[in-house]
């Protein structure tokens, strides 16, 4: 999923960039929030698209 690439695209970048800077030490406060969001519209997204399918599934007349 693009989320989930765009997350993971995110982290690599991210730690990248701290060993380029060692000093810098571990992730920063916006690094960890902007994380969570990615996650929560990834989740939220899932669960839409879930319930949208098992609808379609629900209404498909079998008799």
Avoid: W
Avoid at 10 to 34: K, M, N, Q, W
């Amino acid at each position: 999923m693009i989320l989930f690439d765009a997350m993971r695209e995110r982290r690599r970048r991210c730690l990248e960039a701290a060993r380029r800077h060692p000093d810098r030490g571990s992730f920063s406060t916006e690094t960890v929030i902007v994380t969570a969001i990615l996650v929560a519209i990834a989740i939220t997204a899932g669960a839409i698209l879930l319930s949208k399918v098992l609808a379609k599934v629900n209404s498909i007349d079998l008799g």
